[in-house]
């Protein structure tokens, strides 16, 4: 029988099968041997379970259609988030604390090297000097495709707009710890009643308030994959020369390098290097892209 993982914890996984019924299941061991992204079952996959006696077992996994997957710590391994999303959602505060172009960059790369074209949150708008950085983050990513949403789990201001882009699919939050994402999905759904937490005193810096993964049902129809904070939004599996792909506004330039594999960095007549100077793409892009490209070479090496 047929079903999606909406839970996983310590090597037990919460299946819902397509009749509702929810089972707790172990991994059949030829299913811990294949070799997936991460080499483990994660929240989304989609999942057939079998009962043998009083025990469910996860006979195999279908194919994703989507992996959200970034490096784990060390460097040396996939650190797979979750499978099949159809939507990811950058989430970031205005303040308290204050996100950076560099974070939104890198948060928006990881989106679109996973298969998915972000849309921006701005929660904490409410806050005082939130809509000036808002307002930025507006005037950086709308020309090239993001769409930007203000919104604050305070106020209430935007969370009608984003409940409805929640309420089809599958998506997931992505965004330190911090900025406010279960506080937003208790303003979306109050029935879910997640924990939350402040900022360190310490670090300024949001405490981690969801410890496992998990797909969690909206009242109007969506699920949402709810997990740890991002501290580390380092890629994974992205070569360098396909670092450009995840910077949408490089499309239209790139026909103008001279050459065919061009790094955008050190060659003669460079189409994106010249779209930068004549103000067609933003310089804190280009340098989050040296950025990304050196640690895609760096782990390469």
């Known amino acids: 029988m047929k079903g999606v993982v909406h839970e996983a914890a310590g090597g037990v996984y919460r299946v819902v099968l397509v009749d509702g019924v929810q089972v707790e299941a172990s991994l059949r061991g030829r299913v811990k041997q ?7 079952v994660v929240i989304g996959d ?4 079998d009962r043998v006696d009083d025990a469910w077992t996860i006979e195999s996994v279908s194919e994703r259609t989507a992996e959200l997957v970034r490096r784990g710590r060390g460097g040396r391994a996939a650190k797979l988030v979750a499978a099949n999303l159809d939507m990811a959602f950058a989430v970031v505060a205005a303040q308290a604390p204050q996100a950076t172009v560099e974070l939104v960059d890198r948060l928006l790369v ?3 090297s ?3 074209h972000p849309l921006l949150v701005v929660n904490k708008v409410d806050l005082p000097g939130a809509d000036a950085v808002a307002a ?15 919104v604050s789990a305070e106020s209430g201001e935007g969370i009608d707009e984003f409940r409805t882009q929640l309420c089809s699919g599958t998506s997931t939050l992505m965004g330190p710890s911090g900025v406010g994402k279960s506080s937003l999905l208790n303003k979306i759904d109050p029935g879910l009643m997640l ?12 405490r981690h308030t969801t410890v496992g993964s998990r797909l969690i049902p909206l009242t109007c129809g969506g699920l949402v994959a709810d997990t740890p904070g991002f501290g580390d939004v380092a890629l994974w599996g992205v070569g360098p ?22 790094s955008h960095i050190h060659e003669p007549v460079c189409g994106v290097r ?3 100077a004549e103000g067609r793409i933003v310089e804190s892009r280009y340098q989050s892209y040296i950025t990304a490209r050196r640690e895609a070479e760096d782990a390469e090496a």
């Open 241 to 262: 020369e396909d670092i450009e792909t995840c910077f949408p506004e490089f499309a239209a330039e790139v026909d103008a390098c001279r050459f065919r594999r061009c």
């Open 195 to 206: 924990r939350t937490g402040g900022l360190s005193r310490k670090t300024g810096t949001g």
């Open 114 to 116: 996973s298969g998915m």
């Open 136 to 150: 930025h983050f507006a005037k950086v990513y709308e020309p090239i495709g993001y769409r930007v949403l203000p």
């Open 274 to 276: 010249a779209a930068v």
């Open 46 to 49: 989609v999942v057939t379970v």
């Open 34 to 40: 294949e070799q997936r992204t991460g080499n483990q």
């Open 110 to 112: 990881l989106g679109e």
